[in-house]
């Protein structure tokens, strides 16, 4: 489903990855790797936010031929979010909402799943690191996305959070929704099924999986 060929990307002169040709099946998948090797440059490269040399493409759209249409089926939240200090999480769901062409009702089920809606009125500026997550991940569900890419998840989350994020993710796989997860934490801790485990090590990508 998610195809990259001939990937590489650099900053400026100094080259961070070389992936030659790697397919993500349908599923739910864990990247690691240690600190600096390169997982968020992927995935903000992947969800089209960085550019790269090589193509990614996701059942069959092309993120640069097909740029509209590969968005709206691949979204992206990122490790240590920030938003517009003076927006608030309402006005941002609803605006991603739109954007996203997310079905009727859904932004509510996912202010409700997530709790939010004590805070939801005021400004992002005035949210502890938990908040900002949790803002960050309902906007990371939101539309009808193949492929939801989410770098370090469970980070800043109570337990509660935390068991939130792994149903969520389970009970949307299920509606044939794939994830690609970062987490420097065991994926145990929020005994969520995996089918696959990679790792990037020295600008390479490799599979752990059996
Ligand atoms: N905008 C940038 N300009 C130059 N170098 C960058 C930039 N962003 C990241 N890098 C470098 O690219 C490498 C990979 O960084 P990246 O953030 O992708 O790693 P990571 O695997 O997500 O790390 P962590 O686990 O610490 O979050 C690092 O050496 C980093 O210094």
Redesign the pocket.
Known sequence: MLTLHSFQKS??D?P??TIPDWQLPPGIHWLK????????????SIAGLLPHEGTSQLNGLDSRRDAVAYRLRINYAE?EPTFPPLLTAHEIIRWVADAKQAPARQADELIATFDIASYMHTPVSTYSSGMLKKTSLIVAFLGKPDLILL??PLVTLDVTATQTVARLIESTHRQSVSFLL?S?QAMETAQLPIDSVWE?WGGRLSSLSA
């Open positions: 900053y400026g100094r961070i990855l790797g240690p600190n600096g090797a390169g997982k968020t440059t992927l995935f903000r490790a770098d370090e970062s420097h990037i």
